[in-house]
C-alpha cells in the first residue's frame, strides 16, 4: 500500500506553520501558501471531503457534488495541478509550492538524498498496487508461485523497509523495527481513508471527464 498525504518544506514551513491533516490544508486563512494538487479525480475527491470536514471512515461513498464544490473553493489557492508524480516533492524543494498532495515513499527518499522535506502521517489516503495473473496463462503454477513469494510476510517487511509502502499480509509487522514502522501509514488509523475500489468501480472515466472540465489547469 502507498499513503498520500501532505508534503511540505521544513526550512520555509518549520514545526507546526504548515498543514497536517485536509481540514488545515484547506484553510488558507491560518495556513497561507500555494497549494498542488494531483489531475485526476481518484485521491483528489477524497481529499476534498476530507478537507470539507468529512470523517474518513464516511468519505464512502464518496458525495460528487460536495467534493467538487470544496475544490471550488480550493482552486484560486491551488498553483500546481500535477500530473507527474515526481513534480509533487521537486515542487516544494524548488519553493514553487508550499503544500502538495504527495506520496510518504516520494518524500523518504528526496530525504535521504539530503532534501528538507517534511510529510503528515495524521490523515493519509491509502491505496493497495495490486497484482495478477492472465487467466490463461501458460505458465499459471509458477505465476502462482511467484505472487506467494511476494506475499510471505518476511519479504513484505523488506519491501517495506527499502521503499516505507506498508505490508499488507498479516505476520510482516513482527520483522520490522522501530525506526521503519515510524516512516509507514497505519492502515488501522481511524483518521486514514483506505482507497475503496468497489465505489469506483466504473465511475472513473465519468469522473475524470468532469474533473477536467472543472479543473483550473
Not at 523518504?108 to 495490486?130: C, D, H
Not at 505472487?147 to 509502502?165: D, G, H, I
Not at 514502522?181 to 472513473?204: A, Q, S, V
Request: aromatic share 12%; net charge positive; hydrophobic share 35%.
Amino acid at each position: 500500500t502507498y499513503a498520500g498525504g501532505i508534503g511540505y518544506s521544513e526550512e520555509r514551513n518549520p514545526g507546526d506553520k504548515h498543514p497536517s491533516n485536509w481540514v488545515e490544508f484547506w484553510d488558507v486563512k491560518k495556513f497561507p501558501g500555494r497549494r498542488g494538487l494531483r489531475t485526476r479525480p481518484g485521491e483528489t475527491l477524497e481529499i476534498a471531503l476530507m478537507g470539507d470536514g468529512v470523517p474518513a471512515d464516511k468519505v464512502y461513498p464518496v458525495d460528487v457534488d460536495r467534493a467538487f464544490k470544496a475544490l471550488d473553493r480550493l482552486k484560486p489557492f491551488v498553483s500546481h495541478w500535477i500530473a507527474e508524480t515526481p513534480k509533487t516533492v521537486t515542487l516544494i524543494q524548488g519553493n514553487e509550492c508550499d503544500f502538495t498532495y504527495t506520496y510518504n515513499g516520494r518524500v523518504y527518499f528526496a530525504v535521504r538524498e539530503g532534501a528538507k522535506l517534511g510529510f503528515s502521517f495524521k490523515q493519509n489516503y491509502i491505496a493497495p498496487n495490486w497484482i495478477s495473473v492472465v487467466s490463461k496463462a501458460r505458465n499459471k503454477e509458477a505465476a502462482f508461485k511467484f505472487m506467494n513469494s511476494l506475499l510471505n510476510p518476511e519479504r513484505q517487511a523488506n519491501f517495506a523497509k527499502l521503499m516505507t509502502y506498508s505490508p499488507v499480509v498479516k505476520g510482516a509487522d513482527k520483522f520490522l523495527t522501530a525506526d521503519v514502522k515510524k516512516l509507514l501509514t497505519d492502515p488501522t488509523d481511524p483518521n486514514n481513508c483506505f482507497e475503496n475500489l468497489d465505489w469506483w468501480g466504473d465511475k472513473n472515466e465519468e469522473l475524470t471527464k468532469r474533473f477536467k472540465e472543472c479543473q483550473i489547469v
